[in-house]
């Protein structure tokens, strides 16, 4: 975004975007501050030092008297943080507790009472997933962007409406899939997760995919395929090509890396590709049924 000037006027639509695409998506105040308007604190007025000759003090230098650091109790030990940081410990209890779980409605309530991924104190919602659980087809992106932390379902903003664009495509919709995240919390600003919290919520959705037990796993976008996968390709080398994701149980899951739709919207050219590993994908489904 470029600087205003006469010949180039601000763009108040754009700088919107700026602001929506940084995370910054509410106001702190119901009206504007002028920051310029407040007056500056005036400095505080200088006590005149009196001098020895004005306080009747001898003029000769007096030392300070010697202070006993024994003395001298020890500082306050600082209190620590209240907000979870990602940790082997909070990946064991995520674990426990995603294995413990039987069914996506007791996963629910485990992850809503998890406190151990700090992504959850600065998300308005758990974002947990969308459509039928019984779906014989299971969509897995990364994580929720704003829209999605606001009504707490995935995939409901301008990519969640190309996605139904795409499975509409191939006779299907939010009533015969299954959709959720890897990351069930909104990272702040949208920015991307660590590895740390990605790996604090991997026990969950891999749990959460082994309860819903599809007959196609399709994996939107990179971080998606990496994780569920055990892969380091990236999502140009691995669209198209069928893979498998294989549960804790043992079950092997015919998974379709493909491109994320919020990819698409940047760059449509590449729309193309998505509708080949949707045509696979329904193709796969034919096979199986």
Known sequence: MTAA??????????????????????????????????????????????????????????????LDRRAVPDAPAPRPSTSAVPD???????????????????????????????LKATAKNLVFADGNPQATVMLVGEAPGRDEDIEGLPFVGRS??????MLAAI?????????????????????????????ICRPFIERQIELVNPKVLIN???????????TSEGILRLRGNWRVHTTASGIAIPAMPTLHPAYL?????????????FLEVKAKLRALS
């Open 88 to 118: 082997e410990a909070q990946a064991a209890l995520a674990r426990q507790l995603a294995t413990a779980a039987v069914s996506l409605d007791e996963l629910r309530q485990h992850m809503a009472a998890f406190e151990g991924c700090n």
């Open 160 to 165: 969640g409406r190309l996605l139904d664009r």
């Open 220 to 230: 939107l976008g990179g971080p998606s395929a990496k994780t569920l996968l055990n």
């Open 5 to 66: 000037s006469p010949n180039n006027p601000v763009d108040f639509t754009d700088l919107l975007a700026f602001y929506a695409s940084a995370g910054v998506d509410e106001a702190l105040e119901d009206a504007p501050v002028d920051r310029f308007a407040e007056a500056a604190p005036k400095p505080a007025e200088r006590m005149p030092t009196a001098t020895p000759r004005e306080s009747g003090a001898p003029e000769s230098p007096v030392a300070p008297p010697r």
């Open 265 to 277: 919207l940047r760059t449509p050219a590449h729309k193309k590709l998505a509708w080949r590993d």
């Open 171 to 199: 006779g299907l919709d939010r009533g015969s899939v299954y959709i959720a995240n890897v990351i069930p919390w909104r990272p702040p600003g949208n920015r991307t997760p660590t590895p740390h919290e990605t790996e």
